[in-house]
């Protein structure tokens, strides 16, 4: 939770926002492996994290993709946003998590210390849900029930 004083001088705990990256190439979605320090470390994620100060959504999609995973993305579209405060295993943060699908172009970097592995999953031969982060494996599920919205995949299995 953030703590903010307002003008009347009153304080109230808020929620922080994140962002999460479907990151498609093909038929396969990259996962990424959080580093053991992190809740929920050593389980398989989305590249995502916290929105810095004066920058959009769609630059801080792009920036944890680049600093978790090295992948300059193309953001094709918000997919979900996830506003549940009793998100599972998100500690005291309640975050809000804007979903965004994007599309691989090209490896220019390497991970930075949250990441201890990335790999390129099937999507429809993902880890067991016990391992992978928070509510991601449910995240991806329901993508996948959405074929019109995911015509690439759609031409692949057809």
């Known amino acids: 939770m953030l703590t903010c004083t307002f003008e009347d001088a009153n304080k109230a705990s808020l929620r922080h926002a994140i962002v999460h990256a479907l990151v498609i190439k093909g038929s ?3 996962l990424v492996r959080r580093a053991e320090k992190l809740i929920e470390g050593g389980k398989w994620g989305f590249p ?3 929105v810095d100060r004066d920058e959009t959504l769609e630059e801080a999609v792009k920036r944890e993709v680049k ?3 090295g992948w300059d ?5 918000l997919i979900s946003i996830i506003d549940n405060p009793n998100r ?11 979903n965004y699908l994007c599309k691989a172009i090209e490896k ?3 991970s930075d210390w949250e990441v201890t592995e990335q790999k390129w999953f099937d999507l429809h031969s993902l880890p067991r849900e016990k391992e992978i982060a928070f509510d991601h494996y449910q995240v991806i599920q329901n993508y ?5 919205a995911r015509p690439e995949i759609t031409m692949l299995s057809a």
């Open 108 to 110: 220019t970097g390497e």
């Open 144 to 148: 996948l029930q959405h074929p019109e």
């Open 48 to 50: 995502g994290g916290f």
């Open 73 to 77: 993305i193309e953001v094709t579209s």
């Open 88 to 98: 599972p295993r998100d500690a005291d943060r309640q975050n809000i998590a804007f």
């Open 28 to 30: 396969k979605i990259l």
């Open 67 to 69: 600093e978790e995973a």
